[in-house]
T-cell receptor
Framework: GAGVSQSPSNKVTEKGKDVELRCDPI?????LYWYRQSLGQGLEFLIYFQGNSAPDKSGLPSDRFSAERTGGSVSTLTIQRTQQEDSAVYLC??????????????FGEGSRLTVL | DQQVKQNSPSLSVQEGRISILNCDYTNSMFDYFLWYKKYPAEGPTFLIS?????DKNEDGRFTVFLNKSAKHLSLHIVPSQPGDSAVYFCAASGRSGSARQLTFGSGTQLTVLP
């Protein structure tokens, strides 16, 4: 596709349920990121994938959060046993990777998660 | 510990005047800085960037200034237009040209009044 695509755009779930958020990056982009933005907060880094390297998971807030990237393309962020504090907009971004990179990330429109 | 700080959560400016958005950072390893703009219900979009070897970068109505000694950068928009109303995020990276783990500020909501 022309841009980063995320689904679902909105998700309302009950506390304790698991959710999966999907990201389809720009074709050819080797780097993929997940960020989240809680209400009134900045963008919080969660996880980063670069090519076939091991992902940088240093931003994941707890072991309830996990992400995978299959075939170097589509990524899924999974939140298990959701809590109310997980409510946020989850943003996916991709970039061309480190080589020749200008630091520009291309963001999707985000998935708004509401945990009741 | 916020490494990138935007101390003004909001700013209102009259159309045609200059908008100045400020950003401070604490990590001296940051050497590449970017500004992103975000409209409601959309993802952030890249606006302008500057590397530490420069102190100014200009692109049309947008200019970013970097003061390394003060660990401060600012975004100037002149003249401001109503369509510029958005949240502006400052971001910093530790490697020149690398997007790895961009650290974002909390954003400044700019409102340009017609």
């Amino acid at each position: 596709g022309a841009g980063v695509s995320q689904s679902p755009s909105n998700k309302v779930t009950e506390k304790g349920k698991d959710v999966e958020l999907r990201c389809d990056p720009i074709s050819g982009h080797t780097a993929l990121y997940w960020y989240r933005q809680s209400l009134g907060q900045g963008l919080e880094f969660l996880i980063y994938f670069q090519g076939n390297s091991a992902p940088d998971k240093s931003g994941l807030p707890s072991d309830r959060f996990s992400a995978e990237r299959t075939g170097g393309s589509v990524s899924t962020l999974t939140i298990q046993r959701t809590q109310q504090e997980d409510s946020a907009v989850y943003l996916c971004a991709s970039s061309e990777g480190l080589a020749g990179n200008t630091g520009e990330l291309f963001f999707g429109e985000g998935s708004r998660l509401t945990v009741l | 510990d916020q490494q990138v700080k935007q101390n003004s959560p909001s700013l209102s400016v009259q159309e045609g005047r200059i908008s100045i958005l400020n950003c401070d950072y604490t990590n001296s390893m940051f050497d590449y800085f970017l500004w992103y703009k975000k409209y409601p219900a959309e993802g952030p979009t890249f606006l302008i960037s500057i590397s530490s070897i420069k102190d100014k970068n200009e692109d049309g109505r947008f200019t970013v200034f970097l003061n390394k000694s003060a660990k401060h950068l600012s975004l100037h928009i002149v003249p401001s237009q109503p369509g510029d109303s958005a949240v502006y995020f400052c971001a910093a990276s530790g490697r020149s040209g690398s997007a790895r783990q961009l650290t974002f500020g909390s954003g400044t909501q700019l409102t340009v009044l017609p």
